[in-house]
Structures are given as structure tokens and as C-alpha cells.
């Protein structure tokens, strides 16, 4: 694992402890690292011990009240960069403790500001998409209502089709069933009976053969109508299409 890597982990492990906590051990870190020569891109040695194991014994101290020290943030043994015995304590040098004071309250500003500014743009663009939304709604109602004459004759035309397509082939087919039944119990002759039943079967074989279009044009063309009407709108809205 390298330096870069033991440190974005380190810090994703203590997220749920306090900043200063956080900041101390990854601070321990940093400068543990900086002193031995270990880049960012230099594997970090095994003796260190994992992220894991060193956040779960940093946690430990925490809960039991102990101060933070090199004791408990490093699991492979303590280190002291001045090469002195005992442990590194991070807030031993006074120095040090204001700079790290004053480098969590710089952090913490800037997280505020940054906060503020994201969650500042963001309603301001929530709210000009919602507006640019609002005038593109009311410009197609506006065209809607300026073309009403034309889609609402094209949309009676769909409607004569239908049904008039629909009334002729019940017409045919009853006109031809009716003529082939009267062929058949009707006392007159011969030819005439022949005559009535082949112009009957003519009417309903069209009746039969009407009912094709008349499907068609229900399943497939009035469901492709109403996808582009709907993606149209969606353009004019700018919201995002959908499958019919």
C-alpha cells in the first residue's frame, strides 16, 4: 500500500471521530512519513501496521479518555522524531498546538465557505432550471393553443379513420353475411341464389381483409403518434424523453 493510499484510507477510517482527533493522527502520519523519506508513491512498510488497525486502537483511546500520543496512533511502536525517549505527542509543542489550532479553524472556515458557496450555487441553479422549465411549459401552451385548429384536425382525422374504417368493415361484413343467409333460405331460383351468395361472400371477404389496416393502424401507427408528440413536448420542456 502506498503513502497516498495508507493516508486516503487512514482518513476514511476516522471519519466518524472528532476533527482535532483526525487531524492529530494524520498529522502523526505525515510528518512519520516525511522524516523517514517515504513519497506518496513509496509503499508504506508493513511494520506501520494497517489504517484499519491503527483507527481502531485510535478509536479505543478515544472512547477511554486517553490523551492522543504516538502510543496509540502508531500500532507499530512509538516514534519520536527527535530521536528522545517516550512518546510523540502532537500537542506537546506549544508551538505546534496553536499551528495546528490555527490550521483546523482555517480548515473549518474554508469547509464553511465552501459549504455555503455550494449549497448558494446550487439553489441558484435549482431555481433557474425551474424558471427556464416554467417559461418552456407556458411557451408550449402558447403554441398549443395557436395550433389548436391544425392538431385538433389532425387528431379528428385519426378519429374519422378509426372508427369510420371500423364502421365500414361491420358494415361489409354484415351486409355479406346477410346476403349469403338470405341466398340460402330464400325461395328463389337458382342463379339468383348464386348471384345473392357470391356478392355476399365479395362483401364480407373485403369486410375480412379491411380489418388489417384497421389493426395495423391501431398498434403501431397511433403508439408511434403519440411517442413523437410526447418527445416533442419533452423538447419544448426540456425534460428527458421516456419510451412508450
Keep these: 500500500m502506498t503513502r497516498k493510499v495508507f493516508m486516503e484510507t487512514l482518513e476514511r477510517m476516522l471519519s466518524d471521530v472528532s476533527f482535532n482527533d483526525r487531524y492529530d493522527a494524520l498529522s502523526y502520519y505525515k510528518e512519520y512519513f516525511d522524516d523517514a523519506g517515504i513519497t506518496e508513491d513509496m509503499v508504506v512498510p508493513e511494520s506501520v501496521g494497517t489504517p484499519e488497525q491503527i483507527a481502531m486502537r485510535l478509536k479505543k483511546s478515544i472512547n477511554s479518555g486517553e490523551n492522543i500520543t504516538s502510543e496509540n496512533i502508531n500500532i507499530g511502536g512509538t516514534y519520536n522524531r527527535d530521536n528522545t525517549s517516550g512518546s510523540y505527542n502532537t500537542n506537546q509543542n506549544t508551538g505546534n498546538s496553536y499551528n495546528n489550532s490555527q490550521n483546523a479553524g482555517q480548515y473549518s472556515y474554508n469547509n464553511s465557505q465552501n459549504t455555503a458557496q455550494y449549497e448558494y450555487n446550487n439553489a441558484g ?7 427556464e422549465r416554467a417559461i418552456k411549459i407556458i411557451v408550449a401552451i402558447i403554441i398549443a393553443a395557436v395550433t389548436f385548429p391544425i392538431w385538433s384536425g389532425i387528431l379528428g382525422v385519426i378519429i374519422g379513420i378509426v372508427f369510420g374504417l371500423g364502421g365500414t368493415i361491420i358494415g361489409l361484413g354484415v351486409a355479406g ?18 348471384l345473392l351468395m357470391g356478392i355476399g361472400l365479395i362483401l364480407f371477404g373485403i369486410a375480412v381483409l379491411l380489418v388489417v389496416p384497421e389493426v395495423l393502424f391501431c398498434i403501431r401507427f397511433l403508439p408511434w403518434l403519440f411517442k413523437q408528440v410526447v418527445e416533442l413536448v419533452h423538447k419544448i420542456t426540456g425534460r428527458k424523453e421516456f419510451n412508450v
Design 125 to 131: 441553479q435549482y431555481n433557474k432550471k425551474n424558471d
Design 177 to 194: 353475411l346477410s346476403l349469403i343467409v338470405v341466398a340460402i333460405v330464400s325461395g328463389y331460383g337458382f342463379a339468383t341464389s348464386i
